[in-house]
């Protein structure tokens, strides 16, 4: 399943730059950096459950904010790029 990842962290304090750190580092584990704040991960539905879990335990829900988009199995035809960053296979080895 594809899902895309936004995140916006409160770093006005040092506990909320460690905490973007963080949120950058378990996404950095399991999906491609697309944009400063934004990943896209192709995980089966036990993995994405994991990260979630995880992320959620990273976050302030009351300064930070945590985005999914589940574009499914059926991804392909959901998603178009234009611009300066190369593209990358999703199904292919993620190399961190």
Same mark, same amino acid.
Request: aromatic share 12%.
């Given at each position: 399943?594809?899902? *895309?990842?936004? !995140?916006?962290?409160?770093?006005?304090?040092?506990?909320?730059?460690?905490? *973007?750190?963080? =949120?950058?580092?378990?996404?950095?584990?399991?999906?491609?950096?697309?944009?400063?704040? =934004?990943?896209?991960?192709? *995980?089966? !539905?036990?993995?994405?459950?994991? *990260?979630?879990?995880?992320?959620?335990?990273?976050?302030?829900?009351?300064?930070?904010?945590?985005?999914?988009?589940?574009?499914?199995?059926?991804?392909?035809?959901? =998603?178009?790029?234009?611009? =300066?960053?190369?593209?990358?296979?999703?199904?292919?080895?993620?190399?961190?």
């Amino acid at each position: 399943m594809m899902v *895309l990842i936004s !995140y916006d962290v409160e770093t006005l304090t040092s506990d909320g730059k460690s905490r *973007l750190r963080r =949120v950058a580092k378990a996404l950095e584990s399991y999906a491609q950096r697309v944009q400063n704040s =934004v990943f896209e991960a192709d *995980l089966d !539905y036990a993995v994405f459950l994991k *990260l979630k879990d995880k992320l959620l335990k990273v976050i302030d829900e009351k300064s930070d904010s945590l985005r999914f988009y589940y574009l499914g199995n059926h991804w392909h035809n959901k =998603v178009e790029h234009f611009g =300066v960053k190369a593209g990358y296979d999703p199904e292919g080895l993620l190399l961190t």
